[in-house]
């Protein structure tokens, strides 16, 4: 009989109480295209993540945990396109971009290009109106409405 600790420590690297959080690559195996694919976004995934928690340090405002999370959501939604937002920015500045649209929602007379982190991630007004936009466009493609007309409707009419 096999040993289960030891193929978890073969194949899976321990993050916290979860034993097989992380998927630990054996060069003596072959992998289909489409796992090596899932991998590789996985990987970009985590990499974003990390971007998110050095910005969160670097910037100058404080964000709540709820707008956090909101970013961390953006990034795991749209992980699979998220070049799209702007083919020549990096994920620092796209990421910096999700930020400050969080910012400018609290301050709508922000200048994004004149901070200083702006100048640092390249960071233009150009560049975070495209984003913007194309965020918006993104969340209204993938989201889904919910109609709730009780409010203009008058109960007392219908009965």
Not at 118 to 132: A, E, G, V, W
Request: glycine content about 2%; proline content about 2%; hydrophobic content about 30%.
């Amino acid at each position: 009989m096999t040993d289960i600790k030891k193929l978890l420590n073969k194949y899976y690297t321990g993050v916290g109480a979860d034993s097989t959080a992380i998927d630990r690559i054996n060069p003596a195996e072959k992998h289909s295209h489409d796992y090596n694919k899932r991998m590789k976004k996985q990987q970009y995934n985590r990499h974003r993540h990390l971007i998110l928690d050095e910005l969160l340090n670097e910037i100058p405002y404080h964000y709540t945990t709820s707008e956090v999370e909101t970013v961390r959501y953006w990034i795991d939604r749209f992980n699979d396109n998220f070049k799209d937002f702007h083919r020549t920015s990096s994920n620092e500045t796209i990421i910096l971009a999700f930020l400050m649209i969080l910012q400018k929602q609290k301050n709508p007379k922000l200048k994004v290009s004149k901070l200083s982190i702006s100048d640092k991630y390249d960071l233009t007004d150009n560049r975070f109106t495209l984003i913007q936009n194309r965020l918006i466009f993104q969340l209204m493609r993938t989201t889904e409405l919910r109609y709730n007309q009780a409010k203009h409707l008058n109960h007392e009419y219908m009965e």
